[in-house]
């Protein structure tokens, strides 16, 4: 023990404050965020923003917003997470899911007003939210031909970041360090992660301390992900046995890629059948430009108005919208992917608003604590990049990677129609491990939150049960929970 003039402190709590105190002094003072406009207070943990630069002629600047651990920065692990579009920035993670902050609309029409989020996934890692590729977010360079991409080349120009990134900040290279994101993420996490571990066994310097990666709602393979929205979309209770039926005799299974007319007529209905849905999560409403934001009061009958009946109900999860990820519905095919600007010439994307996060990182304010360059232009959440997908399927990503010992959790919100769970729980079996502990539900606050199923490897196949294609926006307690408990490495 030590004494301290008030009182006795364990050695312990000492040294924790002493690797606290070299952390705060040797993290690059010049990208600290100190304050931020529509918050008061003081920040739980330190915040870092700011540019790592890519080598170029003219270079390319990947942006990222680093939020240290709550709880014990010098041993607590790095977190990378991505968005996935291809083309969304990872503030959709930092504004909606997971991060420090909850944003609340101002009831003046001003700034979003901020709390700070209690499920934070800060509270237990130091989680960096990292726009890529160039061009997403407040990611730029003053060359935009730079913004023709593909997943390679994607995940090429992240692992430079990260060498790059541990190099400014090197007293965290020993924390143990993790890739995760979602949905199209599904795709950018096996490809970086593959890299990261090349790089590792090489000799690459510095040496990344890669222990696993997460996915969630992640696309992966155009077979599996093709084919599960059929046999989701009746054990769901959203079309009919009859329709099933004529679906498996009809198309014999391939959903994805319709051999024959009556397959592609029977489609066509079932198609209609979930028409107007929200397809991110099918128990939760629509946002409609121009509808109420707040309710869905517009939606009730005059009748029961009049009767007093209590008919007002916020729309969900902090009285924000969901779904602002690619794919509008998967699978994604090899080559040339038409991006959520370029479908919005076309299209309403359905249920969409990133209203409160638009006018926040818009703000001059905001954009200068943050430390964003002005030349990276007006934020929006998803870039009109020209993005080709190029690595083909996942599945011998996944298989090389474990079976190399890396760990996987690869977690479905079990509401989403986008990329649903059907074909994730089929891929994830087809890799042919041996199953060490059989499906079975888990729980988070004394309550079943879903279904998990371990095999050999350290491979983890998680559902969410009620959650949507972002499921901690939509589930933010269990979302932290199966979170910690996996980075810990205890039984979730």
Same mark, same amino acid.
């Given at each position: ?10 050695? @312990? ?12 002094? #040797? ?66 993670? $930092? ?22 989020? /209690? ?8 989680? !960096? ?11 730029? @360079? ?36 993790? !890739? ?9 996490? /096996? ?69 024959? &007319?009556?397959?592609?007529? !029977?489609?066509?209905? &079932? ?19 121009? #509808? #109420? ?34 794919? $509008?519905?998967?699978? =994604? ?13 076309? &299209?309403?994307? /359905? ?24 030349? @990276? ?15 083909? @399927? ?40 041996? &199953? ?9 606050? #004394?309550?079943?939150?879903?279904? =998990? ?5 350290? $491979?983890? $196949? ?13 589930? /933010? ?16």
């Amino acid at each position: 023990m030590a004494r301290h003039g008030l009182g006795l402190i364990p050695v @312990s709590a000492l040294v924790c404050f002493f690797l606290q105190l070299h952390l705060a002094e #040797a993290a690059p003072e010049v990208s600290l965020v100190r304050s931020l406009p529509g918050f008061k207070g003081a920040f739980p943990s330190r915040h870092y923003s700011g540019y790592v630069t890519l080598e170029g002629s003219p270079p390319k600047n990947l942006f990222y917003y680093f939020v240290v651990s709550e709880r014990s920065p010098a041993r607590d692990p790095v977190v990378l997470w991505l968005n996935g579009g291809p083309g969304c920035s990872s503030f959709d993670g $930092f504004v909606y899911e997971h991060g420090p902050f909850n944003l609340e609309a101002s009831k003046s029409g001003g700034l979003p007003v901020l709390h700070l989020n /209690p499920y934070s996934w800060s509270k237990v890692a130091s989680v !960096i939210y990292l726009d890529s590729p160039v061009g997403v977010g407040f990611s730029y @360079s003053a060359n935009t031909s730079y913004y023709v991409n593909g997943d390679l080349q994607t995940a090429a120009e992240t692992h430079q970041f990260l060498l790059k990134w541990f190099e400014k900040f090197q007293e965290f290279i020993t924390n143990p360090f993790y !890739i995760s994101g979602e949905s199209y993420a599904g795709i950018y996490v /096996p490809t970086l992660a593959s890299l990261v571990a090349n790089g590792i066994k090489s000799g690459t310097k510095p040496k990344i301390n890669f222990k696993g990666y997460m996915v969630g709602n992640g696309v992966c393979d155009s077979h599996f992900d093709g084919n599960a929205l059929v046999p989701f979309a009746h054990g769901m209770g959203l079309i009919s046995d009859m329709m099933y039926k004529e679906a498996e005799a009809v198309c014999r299974g391939n959903y994805h890629n319709p051999l024959n &007319i009556d397959c592609q007529n !029977i489609l066509y209905k &079932i198609d209609s059948a979930l028409d107007g849905l929200n397809r991110y999560d099918i128990l939760e409403p629509c946002f409609h430009r121009g #509808a #109420a934001n707040e309710s869905t009061t517009s939606l009730i009958p005059e009748s029961f108005k009049q009767l007093g009946v209590a008919t007002e109900r916020p729309l969900a999860v902090r009285k924000r919208i969901f779904g602002r990820a690619w794919p $509008f519905r998967a699978p =994604v095919a090899d080559g040339v992917i038409p991006l959520w600007p370029q479908l919005m010439r076309e &299209i309403t994307v /359905p249920c969409m608003d990133d209203v409160q996060a638009t006018k926040w990182l818009n703000d001059k304010g905001v954009r200068k604590a943050i430390h964003a360059d002005p030349e @990276s232009g007006r934020w929006s959440l998803c870039k009109d990049l020209h993005y080709t997908h190029d690595a083909g @399927s996942m599945i011998a990503y996944h298989k090389n990677l474990t079976s190399a010992g890396y760990r996987a959790l690869i977690y479905s919100g079990d509401h989403d129609m986008c990329v649903p769970f059907t074909g994730t729980q089929a891929w994830t079996q087809s890799l042919g491990y041996e &199953i060490v502990d059989e499906w079975r539900s888990w729980k988070s606050n #004394a309550q079943i939150a879903g279904y =998990v199923q371990e095999y050999a490897n350290g $491979f983890i $196949f998680l559902t969410v049960k009620g959650a949507g294609h972002t499921v901690p926006e939509y589930k /933010p307690r269990e979302s932290l929970h199966f979170f910690s408990s996996w980075l810990e490495g205890k039984e979730i």
